[in-house]
């Protein structure tokens, strides 16, 4: 039985995108950040040129935007009127025009660094974002396709900046209203003539009714007047998680990409298996070739059949064998037709993440402040937890991605293949890898912040000579770099079985 050409076989990747009708560049203006897939799906024949000129339109729509509203704001009396609001955007205009007719290269040169900045921030987080829309094609292409979207994704940037801007104004003029509807009640003034005991003890008198006038103010004040500002960055947290999900929704939309057409290939060796039997062995490594072209050949990973023995067991089973053997994980994964069943598995961790990164901020500051602190300001607690999760949430897929990028590239360029599709899975299946490893930053965290105050770290700094929280922060960092580390070991291990996949 010859199975020459067994990869022809293979369907073409996600080929029903071609059947879908395209849209114009422009409508990312108004599909963009509300259908963030479907809108990729229907703009992937957008040239890389029309892409950029959507970036350069919104990035400027952007900062006229931001401008706008900073001149709404005005600074001690609340929010402008319309119409000042409009003198004050002209002048702002007019005073940037002003600047580049006085010190036109000293202006340009500063602008000309603003726009490469830019640039480069959005090549780099495109090159980061590459592996989850990775498919089975030159790195180049999939390259393309992250640069594509990620200029196209710059019109999602409008209603985020709106969205944070609107609820900065609004905060901002509440707070203004209710101060002068409450002014801050005054501290009499200090006698002039410090002998007089009699106008000290008035002074001192005046002193206990400011200071209770003050704390009734102060319990009078409304909870977000006193919280406008961590309010306003919780909502640019919330603009920036709405961002990466439709960065990520148009970066890793289904599209057609043609099948490379490959001789059979032994998933062991990579010995070109076009004239061998289904039932014979490689004459290379001896291995089956029935493991690598039969039917049973990369099924697909435990989760992705999660239907057969149940979602818990289907966990249960692929975080073990991601852990403690990735190569046979790697020879399960489809890295022709990849899926989504790794994203799922991905996403089902970082709500973890984000409670383990919340209690570990308030832990911390019950350590190095007490509980009284947490107790004391509770809103203020609450946004904060939910700040530090959303960070370590950011980081963790930030760092998911750095590995699979790195391990890919290295990976493509030794085997002469894209092995992005496969490094992205392995990365994800180490959800549990990386859930583990934040609980364990949290709880060594907490020890180096108690460790800190000990008497013998007194002494070890006197006897080296090296800070103290130098030495805390060391204790921290080095056994989660190695964490860090074998994260990568097993990302890479897991994508040497994905080398020589037929399908």
């Known amino acids: ?80 009127h319309i119409d000042e609001a409009f003198i004050e955007f002209v002048l702002m ?21 603003i726009i490469l900045s830019i640039e480069i921030g959005h090549l780099l987080l495109a090159l980061l974002v590459m592996p989850w829309g990775a498919r089975d094609e030159p790195m180049r292409n999939s390259y393309r396709n992250a640069v594509r979207h990620m200029w196209l994704r710059t019109a999602h940037v409008l209603p985020c900046v709106l969205l944070v801007g609107t609820v900065s104004l609004a905060l901002h003029h509440v707070e203004f209203e209710w101060l002068r509807a409450n002014p801050v009640p005054k501290w009499p003034e200090p ?96 291995g089956a070739v029935e493991t690598s072209l039969g039917p049973a050949a990369r099924p697909g990973t435990v989760w992705q059949r999660g239907h057969e023995l149940g979602r818990w067991a289907a966990w249960w089973q692929c975080s073990v064998m991601t852990l403690r053997r990735p190569r046979l994980l790697g020879r399960q994964l489809q890295t022709i037709s990849p899926g989504t069943g790794h ?39 609450l946004i904060m937890m939910s700040l530090f999760g959303c960070a370590c949430v950011g980081g963790t897929v930030a760092f998911a991605h ?23 899975q392995i990365a994800c299946y180490l959800g549990p890898y990386l859930t583990a490893w934040a609980l364990f930053g949290a709880i060594s965290g907490l020890g180096a912040a108690g460790l800190a105050e000990t008497r013998w770290l007194d002494a070890l700094q006197s006897r080296t000579g090296i800070y103290r929280y130098d030495i805390v ?18 990302v890479a291990r897991g994508t040497a079985a994905t080398r020589y996949a037929n399908r």
Not at 93 to 113: C, K, M, N, T, W
Not at 245 to 267: D, K, N, Q, Y
Not at 370 to 375: E, Q, S, Y
Not at 483 to 490: A, C, D, K, R, T
């Open 93 to 113: 205009i007019d005073h940037i025009a002003e600047q580049f007719a006085r010190h036109p290269y000293v202006s340009s040169a500063a602008l000309a660094g």
């Open 191 to 286: 006698p002039a003539v410090a002998e007089l005991d009699a106008a000290w003890v008035e002074y001192r008198e005046q002193s206990a009714r400011a200071q209770e006038a003050l704390n009734t103010w102060a319990a009078q004040r409304r909870w977000y007047v006193d919280y406008s500002v961590p309010l306003a960055v919780q909502t640019a947290f919330i603009a920036a998680l709405w961002l990466l999900w439709g960065l990520f929704g148009a970066v890793g939309a289904s599209r057609h990409t043609p099948v490379i057409e490959r001789p059979p290939m032994c998933e062991t060796c990579g010995y070109n298996l076009s004239t061998m039997p289904i039932e014979s062995r490689c004459p290379e490594c001896g």
């Open 473 to 490: 922060g060391f204790t921290w960092f080095l056994p989660n770099a190695a964490w860090g580390v074998w994260y990568f070991v097993l």
């Open 343 to 381: 994203r799922r598995f991905f996403a089902l961790h970082l709500p973890v993440v984000f409670c383990i990164g919340a209690t570990g901020f308030a832990g911390f500051v019950a350590v190095e402040a007490g509980v009284d602190k947490l107790v004391d300001e509770p809103a203020m607690t």
């Open 1 to 80: 039985m010859n199975n020459a050409g067994a990869t022809s076989g293979v369907p073409s990747q996600t080929a029903n995108t071609d059947l879908e009708r395209r849209w114009p560049a422009m409508v990312v203006f108004v599909t963009a950040w509300l259908l963030p897939a479907t809108t990729a799906r229907r703009t992937g024949h957008v040239r890389l040129a029309d892409a950029w000129l959507i970036h350069l339109l919104a990035t400027l729509l952007t900062i006229l935007l931001i401008m706008l509203l900073v001149a709404c704001a005005e600074p001690g009396r609340g929010v402008r």
């Open 402 to 424: 750095l590995a699979a990028l790195f391990v890919g590239v290295v990976a493509g360029l030794c085997y002469g293949r894209n092995l992005l599709p496969g490094t992205i």
